[in-house]
């Protein structure tokens, strides 16, 4: 086998993969990121401005061409204008992601959308408490609507708050008072950072980053906080369910169908009509033994937490996946769906179908779902892919799937913990457990596919700190072993020991990348159960190889939250050393956390373990010296 | 005489030299037109990827003796002493490649050509804007560079500024030397992601 | 200082150029027994496949030896050097002095040596004389045969292919080219040229040739009989040196130059086909009869000869084609025997109909073959002549974005 796959991932699937892929020629995402180069400095050091026409502008990092652009800003202005954007965009996404959540959710209250539900009226009830609504003697979709129309408000500014930041503990909301970016509503602090960085408004560099954090925090606390509730609602809270990941997870002699993309409104439908008998009996005629459902990407991810549904991969793989030629049917609602799909399903049998009103890919049959149509469509999207076995070519499956256990809600943190965070906060203050680091976030080509996840956590782990992991580091992390019970051995002794005592694995899959709020609810019980504020707890985030505009919002809400989070890959922001040092140094005066790059995942390791002793120490903790 | 000179550590690889110079060498010279116009106007100059993706605006150095003028088998590359420049004649040269062979740096591209016979691929390579020059102008890639990665001067003084360049080094740390502590940040960073 | 060059072709002509430079007013006569003005050799090829019109042949202009201040004596080729003397000899008698002499009189092609090569219409194919007859006969011709699957009898077969005939080509190695690409590009080529409708055979020669006036047919090594009404040969050439004197002037397949280009006889040069240097990949002395060997090799043997020092370290043969849809370039020693003092990398790229193949020797690369994508492969060809030490990873130089800047400092 040719070396050079070896250098692009650390997956054997993977490695097998590129290698069909070239054959087949097919075009992929590594292919493209060399056509690329060089990438445009200007652009990667955030110092290309294309928001009005005076320009386009750029400023000259070596000091002779222009030093401003054609209204005046400088290279601070500029950086913190695109990172302000990127931050916008990543709200937006997930924020719709919610809103289309929220939309279900009153249609189900208003008895409109048939196949869905109300699956844990104990989440329902708990949700709307904090919303204020008293459940005492309502209905479930009475109060279903209640609650949902209550949410809408958050999206607006008929508030002062978004509802759900109570949940952070106090010392945190009252830092966010103090400094100003308490998020006020869900689609208006968006609104506001899109109006601040046109041309001639705020053009004080800290005062935009300073929206960034709120629009930030509408996300983290608002957008992706009530996604994840509701999708809870209505699917259910996850409880730990055996999987198996990566894409030996597709069957030879079964109908494959994947499901792509984010939002559980269109998978849990999907699931529902593979599950039917109809359904099965049909593939039954066509010669296969049964429909084999599998995700890639969050919405993947939310069925795996929820149903234990396979993945069959994660950002780099969806391209690969296709190049089995075992999948019958790829459906796609939107987020990280490469464009390029269509036009490697064109090589094989695969059908690609798009989902969302507010997603259309090149080569892509569409086939709108909405709360009223979805089990409709559904049913009628997977009988098409049964009738489509009978097409298939040659398939390789090169891999046996891994298994790994998957569905760690808090609900489930905390019941394997014995109803309170309390065994977790001994091991933590007996030095036993050192801290805990959630690794997010994506793959990006630019970073040997999961290898910086993969290292990072096996060195984190090897030094008792627990690691919980969304996204594609989730996958990759399955797929490393890492999330069965024996994979204790592959951690330090105290982690070991405790998550053996507790029977569970030393790396905790905690779902898609909304499902990072889970993260800010438990850390906030950690905080508030020592009543301290979250930037005191021996934690930290990570981000080895992200890529997208939703990451970059994940990251400012977890900093802002008071988690110091490493990124691996490098943001657009070298043009401004100002900037540089605000968001690496200075954050930690306003916020009590910051950012670091480091690409490389042994560092980053050592980083973090250092971070987490200093803060140990400053808690009277035992501590050592990293 | 003046004449271009690239500073390889000033690339940021925006690659603007090259659509300047294609826009330079089509019919209508405003890039908007060029780019609806047949045959499809090409840069002269290429920026290439290092081995760390930096970038490298790779332009042909007029060499003296010219390997491609020594090896052109239709005799269709000669000097021009006035501008000493090299050029190709695109109703001589015959599409053998010849010249790409021969050229070490390999600058010489082969495609239809607006100044080439209609229908006929030939070899194309940088005339040192020998027209612009003509007109008063600087060649169009030194136009466009912001960057100063490309710059239209006398030899002796890019080489003084060079001398005095490392002569600075010499007695300093190398810190205080970076051009550009933005652009050092990036490229470190860029090489650390591209060793792992 | 009287200086002689025999030989009016690349090599005689840039030999002249470079004399008149450094000394201009030494008396120069030049010999040469074709009498058109100095002319592209490898572009004859293209007057047969109907690209270039017979004018575009010349390469200087018709005032290149007023300007030049040279004596010519064309339509003349030597008998004899006479070293003792330093006196060259024409054919006829006349004598002409030298104090320098350059041997540029390149090659003949190797005749065909079977019975019936005196019937008409059997031609090799080296001069501009041979493809102005071959052209002649091309209308009444229904079965050309192309002899050979060297660099001549594939740029024969490929000019008939685009002049609307279907050759058959008769060789005796596995693929065409052998001595200049491997298996994995010679079918890439051989599929491409079959695609357009020629006929190979491999394994295979000519005992006879058989016909009345003009050749009819011809008779093959398995016995079986092929009617041609065409026959170009292309089996390689012969050095022109039947008057060089064997005991004062060394020869080996060809004259025996030094790196200044000088023969083992003080103040006698050699340079271009009929020279024999030392062949940097190979490391061996090697014929290298090719165009920009012979340009490069009569410039330095000129300006060693007007008194300046110039070394030419080496010779390295490389060969440059587009053959319809594809691109061929090969350089050096493309294909060494499987010997472990060589290190092969190859790339096949399927989607886009790339090949590159490289050989190293140590860290040093010494050969190389690019299908398509060939606009770099000067690059390669520099780290050859030059035995640049490759401290890169080499699996850059297979990549298609391989560019300058990455063995730049």
Same mark, same amino acid.
């Given at each position: ?6 250098d692009?991932?650390i ?15 097919v075009?992929?995402?590594? %292919? ?32 002779e061409?222009?030093? $401003?652009g054609v ?19 990543g #709200?937006a ?9 929220v ?8 008895g ?7 699956r ?16 005492e003697?309502?209905?479930?979709l ?28 106090? $010392? ?7 400094v ?8 208006r602090?968006?609104s506001?950072? *899109?109006?601040?960085t ?50 030996g ?5 079964q ?7 984010h939002?559980p ?15 099965i ?25 929820r149903?234990?549904?396979?993945? #069959?991969?994660?950002?780099?793989m ?13 459906l796609?609602?939107? %987020?990280?769906?490469m ?12 059908? *690609?179908i798009?989902?969302?009103?507010? #997603? ?6 569409h ?9 409709? *469509? ?12 009978? #097409?298939?070519g ?7 799937p ?26 933590i ?10 690794i997010?976030?994506?793959?990006n080509p ?11 956590t ?5 030094n ?9 580091v ?6 490393a ?11 330090g002794?105290g982690? $070991? ?7 569970i ?5 905690l ?17 508030n ?9 021996p934690?930290?985030g ?6 997208s505009?939703k990451?970059v ?29 605000l ?15 480091e690409?490389?995942?042994?560092k980053?390791?050592?980083?973090i ?6 803060k140990?120490?400053?808690?009277g903790?035992?501590?050592?010296d990293? | 005489?003046k ?14 030299c ?7 060498h ?24 290092g081995?760390?993706n ?8 007029h060499?003296?003796p010219a390997?491609?003028m ?7 590359i ?8 090299v ?16 050229c ?17 691929t ?11 020059q003509?007109?008063?102008l ?14 239209f ?8 500024r ?15 030397m970076s ?18 | ?5 025999v030989?009016?072709?690349i ?40 690209s ?8 200087r202009?018709?005032?290149i ?6 004596e010519?004596r ?7 050097? +006479?070293?003792?003397?330093?006196e ?7 004598r002409?002095?030298?104090?320098r002499?350059?041997?540029?009189t ?11 090569? +005196? ?8 001069t501009e004389?041979?493809?102005r007859?071959?052209i ?18 594939f740029?024969?077969?490929?000019g ?6 279907k ?12 001595m200049?690409?491997?298996?994995v ?29 003009m ?7 398995? +016995? ?18 039947s008057?060089?004197?064997?005991d ?31 062949d940097i ?48 370039m090969?350089m ?12 092969v ?48 990873s ?16």
């Amino acid at each position: 086998m040719d070396k050079k796959f070896e250098d692009l991932t650390i997956t054997q699937d993977g490695q097998l993969l590129l290698e069909k892929a070239e054959k087949d020629q097919v075009e992929t995402v590594w %292919q493209r990121l060399q056509a690329q180069q060089p990438q445009c400095g200007y652009c990667d050091l955030g110092l290309s401005c294309r928001i009005c026409i005076m320009g386009p502008c750029r400023v000259d990092p070596f000091g002779e061409g222009p030093q $401003k652009g054609v209204c005046g800003a400088d290279a601070d202005i500029i950086v913190a204008r695109n990172l302000c954007r990127m931050v916008a965009a990543g #709200a937006a996404s997930h924020s719709d992601h919610g809103r289309d959540l929220v939309e279900v959710l009153a249609s189900v209250a208003e008895g409109k959308a048939p196949g869905y539900q109300i699956r844990s009226v104990e989440k329902l009830k708990q949700v709307a408490t904090e919303y204020g609504i008293d459940p005492e003697g309502k209905d479930v979709l009475p109060l279903a609507g209640e609650l949902a129309q209550a949410m809408m408000e958050d999206y607006g500014m008929r508030q002062k708050q978004i509802k759900l930041v109570s949940r952070a503990p106090q $010392k945190r909301r009252d830092l966010w008072e103090k400094v100003g970016i308490t998020p006020r509503g869900i689609d208006r602090e968006t609104s506001e950072m *899109m109006h601040r960085t046109h041309m001639g408004v705020d053009n004080g560099w800290q005062s935009l980053l300073l929206q960034a954090l709120r629009n930030a925090l509408s996300d983290g606390w608002g957008g992706s906080m009530i996604a994840t509730e509701v999708s809870d609602i209505l699917f259910g809270i996850p409880a730990p369910k055996p999987t198996t990941v990566n894409v030996g997870v597709l069957k030879k002699d079964q109908v494959n169908i994947i499901v792509h993309g984010h939002n559980p409104v269109v998978s849990e439908m999907i699931l529902k009509a593979c599950e039917s008998p109809d359904m099965i009996a049909l593939a039954k005629e066509k010669g296969a033994r049964g429909i084999n459902l599998a995700g890639v990407c969050c919405t993947g991810n939310e069925l795996l937490m929820r149903h234990g549904v396979p993945m #069959a991969g994660n950002h780099l793989m969806t391209e690969l996946v296709l190049s089995t030629g075992a999948v019958e049917m790829m459906l796609v609602d939107y %987020q990280c769906i490469m464009p390029s799909l269509g036009t490697v399903a064109a090589c094989y049998h695969t059908k *690609m179908i798009s989902t969302s009103d507010k #997603a259309r890919f090149p080569g892509m049959e569409h086939r709108e779902f909405h709360p009223e149509n979805a089990e409709q *469509m559904a049913m009628e999207l997977v009988t098409e892919a049964v009738n489509n076995f009978v #097409a298939r070519g040659e398939v390789y499956i090169p891999v046996e799937p891994v298994n790994a256990v998957g569905g760690f809600s808090v609900e489930t943190i905390i019941g394997a913990l014995g109803g309170t965070p309390d065994p977790l906060l001994d091991a933590i203050k007996a030095g036993k457990i050192r801290g805990a680091v959630g690794i997010v976030g994506c793959n990006n080509p630019k970073i040997k596919h999961d290898y910086g996840h993969v290292t990072l956590t096996k060195r984190l782990i090897e030094n008792d700190v627990l690691v919980v992991d969304t996204g594609c580091v989730s996958v990759a992390n399955a797929k490393a072993g890492f999330k069965v019970p024996e994979a204790i051995e592959m951690a330090g002794p105290g982690l $070991k020991e405790v998550c053996g005592s507790l029977g569970i694995p030393p790396v905790l899959h905690l779902g898609s990348c909304v499902d990072n709020v889970r993260i800010l609810v438990l850390v906030s019980a950690l905080a508030n159960a020592l009543d301290v504020d979250i930037s005191d707890l021996p934690i930290a985030g990570a981000a080895p190889e992200w890529y997208s505009e939703k990451a970059v919002t994940i990251g400012t809400y977890f900093v802002a939250s008071g988690v110091t989070t490493v990124l691996g890959p490098m943001p657009p922001i070298a043009g401004s050393m100002n900037v540089v040092k605000l968001l690496t140094e200075g954050l930690n005066d306003v916020v009590g956390a910051t950012f670091a790059v480091e690409p490389d995942p042994e560092k980053a390791a050592v980083l973090i373990r250092r971070h987490i002793e200093g803060k140990r120490k400053a808690l009277g903790l035992a501590s050592v010296d990293v | 005489m003046k004449e271009v000179t690239v500073h390889p550590e000033r690339c940021v690889g925006c690659m603007q030299c090259m659509i300047a110079c294609a826009t330079a060498h089509s019919q209508t010279r405003q890039v908007l037109t060029a780019l609806m116009e047949t045959p499809l106007p090409k840069s002269r100059v290429h920026v290439g990827a290092g081995l760390y993706n930096e970038g490298f605006p790779n332009r042909c150095r007029h060499c003296n003796p010219a390997p491609c003028m020594v090896a052109c088998l239709a005799g269709a590359i000669l000097r021009d002493p006035e501008r000493d420049t090299v050029l190709v004649n695109p109703d001589k040269c015959i599409n053998c490649a010849g010249c790409a062979m021969a050229c070490p740096y390999g600058v010489i591209r082969f495609h239809e050509d607006s100044t080439a016979p209609p229908d006929k691929t030939v070899a194309v390579k940088c005339d040192n804007c020998d027209q612009r020059q003509a007109e008063g102008l600087i060649p169009a890639c030194v136009e466009v560079c912001k960057s100063g990665a490309l710059t239209f001067e006398e030899s002796t003084d890019a080489l003084k500024r060079k001398t005095d360049e490392v002569a600075r080094s010499v007695s300093r740390g190398a810190e205080e030397m970076s051009l550009s502590p933005a652009f050092s940040l990036l490229t470190a960073a860029k090489r650390a992601q591209l060793s792992l | 200082m009287k200086y002689v060059i025999v030989g009016n072709g690349i090599a005689g002509i840039s030999a002249a150029e470079a004399v008149r430079q450094l000394d201009p007013s030494g008396h120069m006569t030049l010999i040469g027994d074709e009498t058109a003005l100095p002319y592209s050799r490898p572009m004859i090829s293209m007057v047969l496949d109907g690209s270039t019109p017979l004018e575009k042949l010349p390469i200087r202009s018709p005032g290149i030896y007023d300007d030049l201040n040279i004596e010519t004596r064309l339509g003349n080729r030597i008998s004899e050097i +006479d070293a003792g003397r330093r006196e060259v000899v024409i054919e006829g008698g006349k004598r002409v002095p030298f104090d320098r002499l350059l041997i540029a009189t390149g090659a003949d092609a190797r005749p065909v040596e079977v019975p019936g090569t +005196d019937l008409k219409n059997i031609y090799t194919m080296r001069t501009e004389a041979h493809v102005r007859h071959i052209i002649q006969t091309l209308p009444t011709v229904r079965n050309p045969l192309v002899l050979g699957g060297g660099l001549v009898g594939f740029k024969a077969a490929y000019g008939l292919l685009k002049r609307g005939l279907k050759p058959t080509m008769l060789i005796t190695s596995p693929y065409p080219l052998s001595m200049q690409v491997d298996e994995v590009a010679g079918k890439m080529i051989l599929d491409e040229l079959v695609r357009h409708g020629l006929t190979v055979r491999v394994g295979i020669s000519v005992k006879a040739f058989e016909g009345s006036k003009m050749v009819e047919g011809a008779l093959l090594s398995d +016995d079986s009989a092929l009617p041609c009404d065409l026959v170009i040969a292309g089996k390689g050439v012969v050095p022109s040196l039947s008057f060089v004197p064997q005991d004062r002037i060394s020869v080996g397949q060809g004259i025996f130059v030094d790196e200044h280009m000088e023969t083992s006889l003080k103040g006698v040069f050699a340079a271009g086909d009929v020279a024999e240097h030392f062949d940097i990949a190979r490391k061996t002395r090697w014929m290298n009869a090719i165009w920009p060997e012979a340009a490069m090799q009569g410039r330095v043997a000129g300006m060693n000869m007007a008194g300046r020092n110039v070394s030419y370290t080496g010779s390295l043969s490389r060969n440059v084609m587009r053959i319809f849809d594809l691109d061929l370039m090969t350089m050096g020693l493309a294909n060494p025997k499987a010997d472990s003092e060589y290190d092969v990398l190859n790339a096949h790229g399927f989607r886009n109909n790339l090949y590159r193949k490289l050989v190293f020797r140590g860290n040093v690369l010494v050969g190389a073959v690019l299908v398509n994508g060939i606009e770099q492969g000067g690059l390669l060809l520099a780290l050859i002549q030059n035995e640049t030490p490759i401290s890169i990873s080499r699996k850059k130089l297979l990549e298609p974005g391989f560019n300058f800047r990455q063995i730049m400092n």
